[in-house]
């Protein structure tokens, strides 16, 4: 009976992959890694629609793909000595975009080995927000950088 749980329904044979665990990633920056976060949000994509009409068929609307769109990544991290990610972030503010690659690496539940990749491609941060400061809290401060980006690959 043990052996049923294992395998997925249906006539595939393959055995049962656990899904990877989303506790355990980290940022690099042109292949150096920057440090590890507490939450990434918003990996995405979204293909916009095109609709339009067939000439002689106008009672059928016909839909294509039409521009795409890349969500922002908002990536929150502890506050700490470095001050790499806040220089790049005043470096787009005074005009000057510095665009580099980004990686999103996603780590197996024991932190050792990559297990998924997300490659932004001519990233730069477009908003930084600082951590909230309580003179009675004992939480992290926590500090967030949006970036935007142009391209996206799942290595």
Known sequence: MA???TKPAGNNSAAWQD????YNFKLEIQGVTQGHFTECSNIGI?????SYREGGS??????MPGPVEYADVVLRYGLTASKELWAWFLSAAKGNCDRKNVSIVLLDSAGANEVARWNLTRAWP??????????GGNSFAVETVTLTFEGL???
Do not use: D
């Not at 979204?46 to 095109?50: E, G, K, W, Y």
């Not at 106008?58 to 839909?63: K, P, T």
């Not at 477009?126 to 003179?135: F, I, M, R, T």
């Open 19 to 22: 899904p990877f665990r989303n």
């Open 3 to 5: 052996e049923a749980a």
């Open 58 to 63: 106008n009672q059928v609307v016909h839909r």
């Open 126 to 135: 477009k908003e930084w927000n600082g951590s909230p400061l309580n003179a």
């Open 153 to 155: 690959e799942r290595g």
């Open 46 to 50: 979204r293909v916009q629609t095109i």
